[in-house]
């Protein structure tokens, strides 16, 4: 009788809300990014343990693909697991919860290091992680997120700038001139502006 009272105080806090609840959901979060990105976790092993965090409807967005429903995420993640080496160093993680505390948004910022190549080079690649999320409670009287919409962000310019050889062409040469080109470019067309009233008188 004990155990269950202590157990159901401890959830009280977390069901009701505030810190305890932001608390709850940063773990959730953290473990469903090291599950996602963490390659050397087994597939079947990322698909049981990242199935209680899916909904039905969810749809994954990056800067080279989109796709929705839950079992082609969970192929497609399992095939991320398969076919490349990668883990996540996570640097921030915050979570936004609505008014009503129905749904919210988990924002991860960190860097990914792809080892695809590790004996030559291991990428960081810097990505900002969005979850989309609304809390359901589950058989246990916790509040379990279910993920609706996952993105993926991370800038071809930082991608660009962390390839060995390119950097300091990309870094030094490249984006210099390309600022003052466009500058260049923006000084033309000011004065090709000035230059049309005269030309209509």
Not at 72 to 98: P, S, V, W
């Amino acid at each position: 009788m004990k155990t269950a009272s202590t157990t159901h105080e401890a959830q009280t806090p977390a069901s009701r809300g505030g810190p305890a609840l932001i608390s709850q959901l940063e773990a959730r979060f953290r473990k469903v990014t090291e599950l996602l990105y963490d390659t050397r976790v087994p597939p079947d092993v990322l698909s049981e343990e990242l199935a209680p965090f899916l909904a039905e409807d969810i749809v994954f967005v990056d800067p080279w693909q989109t796709g929705g429903g839950r079992e082609t995420y969970r192929r497609g993640a399992e095939g991320f697991h398969r076919m490349l080496r990668f883990d996540f160093d996570i640097t921030q993680l915050n979570i936004q919860l609505e008014e009503g505390q129905e749904q919210g948004r988990a924002i991860v910022d960190g860097v990914m290091n792809l080892r695809q190549f590790s004996w030559l080079y291991t990428y960081p690649l810097r990505t900002i992680l969005v979850y989309d999320f609304t809390l359901e409670r589950s058989v246990d009287g916790e509040l379990q997120p279910r993920i609706h919409f996952h993105e993926e962000m991370w800038s071809l310019g930082d991608m660009i700038a962390a390839v060995p050889g390119v950097s300091w062409f990309y870094t030094k040469l490249f984006r210099p001139a390309f600022s003052v080109g466009f500058l260049a470019a923006s000084e033309f067309y000011r004065r090709r502006e000035a230059r049309r009233p005269a030309a209509a008188h």
